[in-house]
Structure formats: C-alpha cells, structure tokens
C-alpha cells in the first residue's frame, strides 16, 4: 500500500493509500497522520497492513538497502542482522523526558520539561525530519486486539527498521485499525531518526541523529521520539507506551503497568502457580522467563519477559497479561548452559542488533559458546579474532524475536484476560547484603522491598556499568509519573485484593558475590531451588525464619538436591550484617527525602519498623 508522491509538499491528503477501513474513528486518526506527514514532509507514507507479504518486503528492501545484512538460512532462516551506529547502542535515560503539566507530577526521578516549552523545542527538531524517506503509519495493540486489558496505539516512523521491530513486538494489522474505526481509544506515538535525505542522498546504514529527545506527554497521552533507532528509544509501544504512558493510565484506572516477567510454574504434582517478577534492565528477567528447573518434576511456562500489566479482579485476584507478543533480549549471556530455551527460540525469523557475524553466515555473541569461533566480524563491522582484546558483540546487542517461537511458551499466553498471580518477586545486581530469597511479611512490606530496591547498572542504558543505583520496583526508568505516588498506586492496589488472594511478596538475589568476587550462587535453572521454596510458602509447607529484613529459608526447607553450594557459600548468601543493614535504612531515608514529603506514611512506618528490628536484632 506504497505511492510515490513527489519532492513539492502536496496538500497532506493527497499523500499515500489508506487502507478500506470505514468508521466514525477514522478521521481522527487521518488527520492526524496528515498533520504529522505536514510537519515531517515525508517522500511517502506507507499504511502497514501488517501482512506477510509487506513484511517480507520490508525486510528485503532493508537489505537492498544496506540496513540489514541476511543471515545464511542454512543456519538461520528469515533471520537478520543490524549494525547501529557505534553512538545508538542503549536508551539514553538522560535524553528521556516526561512533559506532565506540573512538575511534581513528574517527580525527581524523570527529567521533567514543562510540555510547551519542549513542544517549542522539537517541533523545529520534526519540521521536514523524514524528508526524502518513507513515513510508516504503524497500528498496534498491546495485549489481544479488543482484550479487557488490552490498549491500542499508533506509531509512525521513518524507519523501517522500527517497524519490522514493532512487527514482532506488538500485534499489528488491520484488525487494529478497526477497533479505531469503531472508536476505541488509542495513544499517539511519532517516531522519526532525525535524518531527513538531500535529493539523490545516498543514505547510511544507522540513520539517526546526535540529538535524542525521547518525550512522554503523560496527560495528552503522546510519545515524542527523535534521533535514535535503538529498540526501546524506537519501538515506542514497548517502554514509553507500555510503561511510562500505561502507568500514568493504570493510576487514573487502578491498575499496575510494570516492568516484570510473567511465568506460570507447574510442581510435580500438576499445581500451577503463576509468577511476576521485576528485575532491573539486563538482570535476568528473560532469564528468569525461560526457566529449565533443574530440580526433577517441576516446569515453566513462559508468559512474558519484559511488561506485564496487573489488575485487580472481582475475585480478589491480582490479574496479568503480557501486553508484548515478542521478545527483545540481551544476547550476550545466553548459551545452551545458561538460557538454551532462549537458544532454541532464537532458530530462526530474528533480527539481531549488534551482535557479532560468523564467516558462515551465522551470529555469535559471548557466552552463546564457551568458545569463541577463530573469527568473526565485530559488532562494528570490523575483523575480529579472540585475541582482539575485546568484546565481539556489544554488551547490549540484543534479539528481537516472536514470543510464539519459545518452545516452552504457554499454550494460552495470549489469553484475553491473563493470569492470576500467585507471587510476585523484586531483584536486583547485588554484591552484597540482599540475600538469595526473603520473604515480605505483608503486602505493605512487600511494598516497601519494592520501593528500596538497589542495583547495579548494566549496559542496558547509558551510564558506569557496575555502579549502584536505586531502581524501586524495576521501574526507576520506566515509571510515567511521581514514583512515590507510584508507591502510593501499590499499597492502594494491594487494598483492592481480597488479603488471602493477593499475591504474596519476595526478594531475589541471584548475584550476591563471595570476597573473590565469584557469584555465590549458581543461578540460571538452579533458581527452580528458590521457586520451589516459593511455592512450598504459597502452599504453607515451610516455615520461615524471622529475620530484621523478612522471612528467611530455613536451609533445610531449600532444595539442593544435584548442586554442591558450599555451607560457607550458602551462609553468605543469607547472611544479614545488621551494620550494613542500617546504613542501607540510611540510604532509604535519604532516597525517600528526595521526594519531598510526599513518599506514603505506611513506607516511613515501614523503614522505622526496619531500623528497630535492626537495633533489636
Ligand atoms: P531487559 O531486557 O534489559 O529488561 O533485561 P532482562 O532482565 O530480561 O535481562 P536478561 O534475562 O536478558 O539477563 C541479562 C544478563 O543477566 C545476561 O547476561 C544473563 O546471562 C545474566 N543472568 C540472568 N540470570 C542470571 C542468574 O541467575 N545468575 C547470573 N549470574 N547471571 C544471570
Ligand atoms: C530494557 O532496557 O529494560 C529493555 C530493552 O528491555 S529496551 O526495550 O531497549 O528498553
Ligand atoms: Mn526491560
């Protein structure tokens, strides 16, 4: 659905093939796809219908193109290859801005920019941005189309790239465009790299730009995006949609849009329980999400690796669907010992960002193999040997792939109306302090744990890898709003759940490190151990041991069957230092004071029951 228009601005009407979709919402949409077309003078637009063919055709223009390098389908099929600028490798959190009416809205955590002030700031940075390039008009429903807890946008982009990106991510096609048509609501997204072509401009393989504005307009409900073709600055349905947007959107309705994986265990029994975790960027929640519990007996279905989006039930539950359909992941890390469903998944119809190619045609990134090959092209596109003194694919090259090819995925994944959630979990990079598994003693707690966790960064984002940062609830990048009326939403979610029904609370810690610096823990699909522990709680099989910062393992009630933890090792990664403990609570107090009185009672309360137990213990 591709028409050529010429160099002379026409009237915006003119421009491009709609498809036959007919309805009172229609217009809206149009002419908005005009006003941005007006403002961004692309050469076309292109309304993605979201069909094989066009998909297919995408695909190879990119290649044509130079933008994607195939992949020998010997090894894999349908599958790509992109290499970003070097400068274009992670989110830019300090170019990530939300323009709420007032600041306090915003909150110290987000950069906050008055809306008309940015608004003056970018629209020049838009005016004529996709000149000499095709405008995508891309429809997408996150969750099911038409699903109870699904919520629809649309994002246009000039980059290709983005959009056979969006393809896999989201649900896209002309069943979106229908629900729109009958008048559904849905969040505007606009995308542009920032790098408008001359008249015969050759263009580059990366295009974008040195400025980056990645702006949430959390009360208009719009995404502005320029200068960067990295996933989570491009694919804007993913983090500024599902999470910062969706959040602002589930404090108004009551419900919780989170940066967490979504799992469903089965005991040996045939019990079902289901799981969501948040972990921060690169710190194992696709991991988690593919599980192979190397305890016997026990199974994980895979529902989601990214965002889920919780609501509280008539029954007391708390509810959860994947609003994603596909999986945008870390490569470095995952190999046959660590993640081989994520191996498995990755067999074909991938396009991979930054990762390094084979001379047969294939890719290779660190920890895929615990040999390198002999050579490879780097993820720069230069030679490279294993003496090249380093890395071969970027610490954040990444997968982008359908949910629907993990092996171990749900049969009901993409159910309408999700999942009730047994358990939820928080986890971080900790070194030190934050044991393996505790347990919250209530929701109020489990709150509080949420609120105070700590990690260290990743290559996930700019900034100093290794470097300790607060990150409540996984969500410190991601949270649309004032993060302490963000603690607030939780505790006044957690009171909507009938108190025996609502999930119950824990702390992870796969990363606790010995004073040699080697993980204590072996992790991966040994952490089946600690969701076997969880399950036997939900159940009250166990106990639990009392400590000043929750509810502890006893060893004994730990599986450890098959794995050989020292006693020593397995002291440490439960050890509670009430010293360090104390100066964590102080940490807490200074982070809390940031927000200037405005972090709920029920937390302070918390942190002086913390301090108390502490002096006590
Ligand atoms: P985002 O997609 O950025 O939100 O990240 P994610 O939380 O899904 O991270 P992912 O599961 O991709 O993990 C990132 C890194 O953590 C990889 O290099 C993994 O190998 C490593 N990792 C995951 N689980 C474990 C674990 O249990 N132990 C250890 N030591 N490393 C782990
Ligand atoms: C993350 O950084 O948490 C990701 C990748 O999941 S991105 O979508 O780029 O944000
Ligand atoms: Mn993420």
Known sequence: ?????????????????????????????????????????????????????????????QVEEGKLIKLNPEWRPGSYLARSHPSDVARTEARTFIASDREADAGPTNNWVAPDEIRATITPLFEGSMRGRTMYVVPFSMGPVGGPLSHIGVQVTDSAYAVTSIEIMTRVGIDVLREIAQGSPWVKTVHSVGAPLAPGEKD????????????????????????????????????????????????????????????????????????????????????????????PGWRVETLGDDIAWLRPGEDGRLWAINPEAGFFGVAPGTGESTNVTAVETLWGNTIFTNVALRPDGDVWWEGLTDEPPAELIDWEGNPWTPGSGRPAAHPNSRFTVSAA??????PDWDARDGVPVDAILFGGRRATNVPLVVEA????????????????RTAAAEGTVGELRRDPFAMLPFCGYNMADYFGHWLKVGQKLRFDRAPRIFQVNWFRKGPDGRFLWPGFGDNSRVIEWIARRIENEVGAVDSPIGRLPKIEDLNLDGIDVPAEDLAELFAIDPASWAREADLTEEFFDTFDGRVPAQLGAELSALRYRLTSA
Not at 48 to 55: K, M, T, W
Not at 405 to 410: E, L, N, V
């Open 1 to 61: 659905i591709t028409r050529p228009t010429t160099s002379t601005p026409k009237p915006a009407a003119s421009y491009g093939d709609m498809p036959a979709v007919a309805g009172p919402g229609m217009e809206a949409l149009t002419a908005w796809v005009e006003e941005i077309a007006a403002l961004t003078q692309p050469a076309r637009i292109h309304w993605v219908d979201g069909s094989r063919a066009e998909n297919d055709a995408l695909l190879r223009e």
């Open 204 to 295: 580059v393989a990366w295009p974008c730009n040195d400025e980056k504005y990645i702006v949430h307009f959390p009360e208009t409900l719009e995404v502005w995006s320029f200068g960067s073709g990295y996933g989570g600055n491009a694919i804007l349905a993913k983090k500024c949609f599902a999470l910062r947007i969706a959040s602002v959107i589930g404090r108004d309705e009551g419900w919780l849009a989170e940066h967490m994986l979504l799992i469903r265990v089965i005991s040996p029994e045939g019990k079902k329980y289901h799981l969501a975790a948040a972990f921060p960027s690169a710190c194992g929640k696709t991991n988690l999400a593919m599980l192979r519990p190397t305890i």
């Open 441 to 456: 003693t209530d929701w109020a707690h489990g709150v509080f744990l949420g609120s105070t966790i700590s990690s260290e």
């Open 405 to 410: 090819q993990c092996p171990q995925i749900a």
